[in-house]
């Protein structure tokens, strides 16, 4: 568990010793004051009091580039495309309305071909001369009427 004795004293063994290196601090540039390329107008503006302001005037602050919009936005083409579909609609309840009108024209005129056609039968069966008929036939020659009564 412990280390055997190996004779060597500790003077013995190799040590490595790191000694620091020191930095040399940068030496900075000495601070040069610059003229502007230009001198900057100097306003005075005078107060109501009577006092009197004097400074540099300052640029007004320039707004950013607006974004460049898409050439469509979204909403127009949504209502874009509900117009569409409400065209559609009305065209197809359009076609429905005709439809139906014509269907009730076709009925009516059905209705009135066969009502013709039986009423015709029946008149060629009333009025017809030929055939047998049961009966007592009358002849009525002379009439008189007086009084609004009738003699025979």
């Known amino acids: 568990m412990y280390p055997e004795h190996t ?3 500790p003077a013995e063994r190799a040590v490595t010793i790191h000694q620091p ?8 540039a000495p601070l ?3 003229q502007p390329g230009s001198v900057p107008a100097v306003a005075s ?3 109501p009091d009577g006092r009197v302001v004097t400074g540099y005037t300052i640029n007004p602050v320039q ?3 607006v974004v460049a919009k898409p050439a469509v936005s979204r909403a127009a083409v949504n209502v874009a495309l509900g117009g569409v579909g409400f065209l559609a609609v009305c065209g197809g309840l359009l076609l429905l ?4 009108a014509a269907l009730t024209a076709l009925i009516t005129q ?3 071909l066969a009502a013709v056609i039986f009423g015709g039968w029946i008149a060629v069966q009333v009025f017809s001369a030929s ?6 036939t009358v002849n009525i020659r002379k009439a008189v009427f007086k009084r609004n009564h009738f003699h025979g």
Do not use: K
């Open 7 to 9: 004779g060597h004293a």
């Open 131 to 136: 055939g047998h008929r049961d009966g007592t």
């Open 32 to 34: 040069v004051p610059v």
């Open 97 to 100: 309305t005709t439809f139906i």
């Open 21 to 28: 290196t020191p930095i040399t601090p940068v030496q900075a």
């Open 45 to 47: 503006i005078v107060l």
């Open 63 to 65: 707004p950013e580039p």
């Open 110 to 112: 059905l209705i009135t």
